[in-house]
């Protein structure tokens, strides 16, 4: 194996350990349960600032992270991500907190496409018809999910809009994955900290309820090191690749609120589903059509 080879293999490993870890997330959560949501969340936010800043320190990567700092070119818009990543992290522990892990991953599921729809509206990007045909194929059974699950259609789709502005966001802004998750955690730690303060359930009324904080350190590790990865893959892997393995998180958590924790799933929701899928079968068709021809091209130079 050569070290291109090794690279690519290691893409490979780095891709799917993150979709695991984002796919077993609920059950995780569900451990958790006693907690308010908004309450774990500033947990997570507190526990992951302290995980990267200890990497930061081994990487001896401070200094050059407090001059970042100073350059408000980068803070803005990393002010932004981290506004749209709490959204989205308070959305998803909601979701499965209320038992609505089958709408949080129908939200996951529709991010690439509308992260496509971004490229459109705001890069310039042009669609061919495969993939135009993907994208109203896909947002029509998000359309018919609305008719048959009205209550739960705004987590699925805050979900989608606020990952799929997040990715934007960090495509466009002029720092690595490391120090750009550093700092978004930095911006939102002076809230957290004083909620996480003042909504503490302490003292709590039984041994079995203290149990689940020893958990919360787990947060910080759960919520960075598959954040690092992905960003690791997504160097390592083409776009192709990096976006047929995005679909394995929002898999497992289908899987994991059919199966594991017994949600309702209707007929009309079923149909939705389908109709997703259908659109994602036609987005990753295309893609791996492209990519064939992009190869052959390469090839016949």
Same mark, same amino acid.
């Given at each position: 194996?050569?070290?291109?080879?090794?690279?690519?293999?290691?893409?490979?490993?780095?891709?799917?350990?993150?979709?695991?870890?984002?796919?077993?997330?609920?059950?995780?959560?569900?451990?958790?349960?006693?907690?308010?949501?908004?309450?774990?969340?500033?947990?997570?936010?507190?526990?992951?600032?302290?995980?990267?800043?200890?990497?930061?320190?081994?990487?001896?990567?401070?200094?050059?992270?407090?001059?970042?700092?100073?350059?408000?070119?980068?803070?803005?818009?990393?002010?932004?991500?981290?506004?749209?990543?709490?959204?989205?992290?308070?959305?998803?522990?909601?979701?499965?907190?209320?038992?609505?892990?089958?709408?949080?991953?129908?939200?996951?599921?529709?991010?690439?496409?509308?992260?496509?729809?971004?490229?459109?509206?705001?890069?310039?990007?042009?669609?061919?018809?495969?993939?135009?045909?993907?994208?109203?194929?896909?947002?029509?059974?998000?359309? +018919? #999910?609305? !008719? %048959?699950?009205?209550?739960?259609?705004?987590?699925?789709? @805050? /979900?989608? *809009?606020?990952?799929? =502005?997040?990715?934007?966001?960090?495509?466009?802004?002029?720092?690595?994955?490391?120090?750009?998750?550093?700092?978004?955690?930095?911006?939102?730690?002076?809230?957290?900290?004083?909620?996480?303060?003042?909504?503490?359930?302490?003292?709590?009324?039984?041994?079995?309820?203290?149990?689940?904080?020893?958990?919360?350190?787990?947060?910080?590790?759960?919520?960075?090191?598959? +954040? #690092?990865? !992905? %960003?690791?893959?997504?160097?390592?892997?083409?776009?192709? @690749? /990096?976006? *047929?393995?995005?679909? =394995?998180?929002?898999?497992?958590?289908?899987?994991?609120?059919?199966?594991?924790?017994?949600?309702?799933?209707?007929?009309?929701?079923?149909?939705?589903?389908?109709?997703?899928?259908?659109?994602?079968?036609?987005?990753?068709?295309?893609?791996?059509?492209?990519?064939?021809?992009?190869?052959?091209?390469?090839?016949?130079?």
């Amino acid at each position: 194996m050569n070290e291109q080879q090794r690279l690519v293999r290691n893409g490979y490993i780095a891709a799917i350990a993150s979709g695991l870890v984002w796919g077993l997330l609920p059950l995780y959560i569900r451990l958790l349960g006693g907690l308010s949501p908004l309450w774990f969340v500033a947990q997570r936010i507190l526990w992951s600032l302290l995980f990267v800043a200890i990497i930061l320190i081994c990487r001896r990567e401070i200094a050059a992270f407090f001059a970042l700092l100073r350059m408000p070119k980068v803070v803005m818009p990393m002010a932004i991500s981290a506004v749209l990543i709490v959204l989205n992290w308070s959305t998803y522990v909601y979701a499965v907190s209320l038992h609505h892990i089958l709408a949080a991953s129908l939200g996951y599921f529709l991010n690439p496409l509308m992260s496509v729809m971004l490229g459109v509206v705001f890069l310039g990007e042009r669609l061919n018809r495969s993939q135009w045909a993907a994208v109203i194929v896909a947002f029509s059974g998000a359309a +018919l #999910l609305a !008719f %048959s699950a009205l209550d739960t259609l705004w987590i699925s789709l @805050t /979900l989608a *809009l606020t990952f799929s =502005l997040y990715s934007f966001v960090r495509k466009t802004a002029p720092i690595e994955a490391l120090p750009g998750l550093a700092m978004e955690t930095l911006i939102l730690a002076p809230p957290a900290l004083v909620y996480a303060l003042l909504a503490a359930p302490w003292p709590a009324g039984t041994q079995s309820d203290t149990s689940v904080y020893w958990l919360l350190p787990l947060s910080g590790i759960i919520t960075s090191v598959p +954040l #690092l990865l !992905f %960003s690791y893959s997504a160097r390592k892997l083409t776009l192709t @690749t /990096l976006g *047929l393995l995005q679909y =394995l998180a929002p898999s497992i958590q289908f899987l994991i609120g059919l199966v594991v924790f017994g949600e309702p799933f209707s007929g009309a929701k079923l149909a939705s589903f389908l109709i997703v899928w259908a659109g994602l079968a036609i987005y990753t068709w295309d893609s791996i059509r492209r990519a064939g021809v992009a190869r052959s091209s390469a090839i016949s130079r």
